[in-house]
């Protein structure tokens, strides 16, 4: 797929993602990991594309995603969680903007750090940054959801 249109794809669901995430959405099971499992998946599949990784990368790409699944995580409990309708709903907040903020700068610093001790600039692909932020902030987000008790919004169906 074209590297353009794959990013232009991956941008929509984000924002759409975003956009409802503010409005206040039902926590589902599948829509709260679909998307990051999907995105981790087509980063760590671009990666196994690449041919010219060294373990210089290989190292930076691993940190960095513990990094980005921690910070989405930290992100994760910022989200307000709430019963609505006799299910589990999800909110963010102005602390969860606060968050994202906080956690673009710390991913643009360690970048840049990256790049500085070797990583190539091609070696950690978008998709994979996103991917294991939201994968961090959905796990943060779904055990925060089971341990209250509210039981999750049924699956939608078709």
Not at 26 to 32: D, K, N, S
Not at 55 to 84: N, Q
């Amino acid at each position: 797929m074209n590297p353009w249109l794959l990013t232009a794809v991956i941008a929509v669901v984000v924002i759409a993602a975003v956009i409802k995430r503010m409005i206040g959405e039902p926590v589902r099971a599948r829509e709260l990991f679909a998307a990051p499992v999907v995105l981790t998946g087509i980063g760590i599949l671009s990666l196994v594309k690449k041919t010219d990784l060294t373990a210089t990368d290989i190292t930076w790409v691993i940190a960095s995603a513990v990094l980005g699944a921690a910070l989405g995580a930290l992100r994760g409990t910022t989200v307000r969680l709430v019963e609505k309708g006799g299910a589990l709903w999800q909110r963010y907040t102005g602390r969860t903007f606060l968050a994202v903020l906080g956690t673009l700068a710390v991913s643009a610093g360690f970048n840049i750090l990256a790049v500085t001790m070797g990583m190539h600039e091609d070696a950690r692909p978008l998709q994979l940054a996103i991917g294991v932020s939201f994968l961090g902030e959905s796990l943060v987000v779904g055990g925060r959801g089971i341990s209250s008790g509210i039981p999750f919004a049924p699956a939608r169906t078709r």
